[in-house]
């Protein structure tokens, strides 16, 4: 695929993924310390949720945004970049599986809150429901998935870059593999939640660099 210089909405669309996605993750973990809370008892995240839950859903609103925008924005940098389609797929992918992992914090988790809080005779029951979505929904297909298609999409571009943009490259490599270390979170690999935290904090700024490259 030939490269082509992207069109300044393009270049607003890429810029805008990592910008409301930090600022909605850093206000997340400010007021509910997330991602810790994603490893806290899960009758604590259902107490905690209820009790912000006005300040929590236009964060979750905005991370799931985030998500969905990067469905055509992964497309647009795969054909700036002169990647192959197999790209815009993988990144098309990422976006999908996060917006689904992020979606239960809107449709899923708020219902569970609220019968936890209202209903103590069914909050064993509330609490397995939780989890097991906690699980599917979020650890499986929006964080481990998340994770497999947005590093594989990320070193594919950089693949694109390498003899066009070395620098660029470069900082994408390291955040992709960054990224990708996040799949051995699951079966306990010592610091893989930090690195891959770090990594993904590289990986913004480094979009953000790819909306004003010439």
Sequence with gaps: MT???PHPLHRVGIAAVPVIFTVAFSLLGSRFDYPNILRAPSAEILVRFAGSESTLLPLWWSMLASALLFIPVSFGIS???GASELAGIFG???GIVQALGLSRWLFIVPALAHQYQDSPATRAQTVQLFEIF???LGVGIGEWFGYLFTGLWT???VHALWDKARILAIIGLVSGLGIL???LEVFNFPSAGAVNAVAYLVWSLWLIALAFRR
Excluded: F
């Design 92 to 94: 098309a992918l990422a």
């Design 155 to 157: 070193l594919m571009i």
């Design 181 to 183: 270390v996040g799949l």
């Design 3 to 5: 490269a082509t210089a």
């Design 134 to 136: 906690h699980q599917w």
């Design 79 to 81: 054909k700036q970049s």
